[in-house]
């Protein structure tokens, strides 16, 4: 199992890493890439923050997440640091 070092707070990595990209995040993929254990509350939390965070269903019937590059504002900037 393959873990990265995050120099940052977890919602802090998953905005860069997800925001405007159009990459999805499963849970399993957030465990094993990430070390992240509740995808599900990172995304709350994101959501709390200002994001637009959706819910894409996969073909197994689990969901993956995505970030919008704009927030419910409408603004690019950063909602975390």
């Known amino acids: 199992?393959?873990?990265t070092t995050?120099?940052?707070t977890q919602n802090a990595f998953l905005e860069e890493y997800l925001?405007?990209?159009g990459r999805t995040l499963t849970?399993?993929?957030a465990e094993a890439?990430?070390?992240i254990r509740?995808?599900?509350a990172?995304?709350?939390e994101l959501r709390q923050a200002g994001l637009k965070v959706s819910r894409v269903p996969t073909t197994v019937g689990r969901s993956a997440y995505k970030v919008s590059a704009r927030d419910v504002h409408g603004s690019?900037?950063?909602a975390l640091v």
């Open 1 to 3: 199992m393959a873990f």
């Open 33 to 35: 890439l990430f070390g």
């Open 76 to 78: 690019r900037a950063r």
């Open 38 to 40: 509740n995808i599900r």
């Open 6 to 8: 995050l120099t940052k």
């Open 42 to 44: 990172r995304m709350t």
């Open 27 to 29: 849970a399993a993929q």
């Open 19 to 21: 925001r405007g990209t």
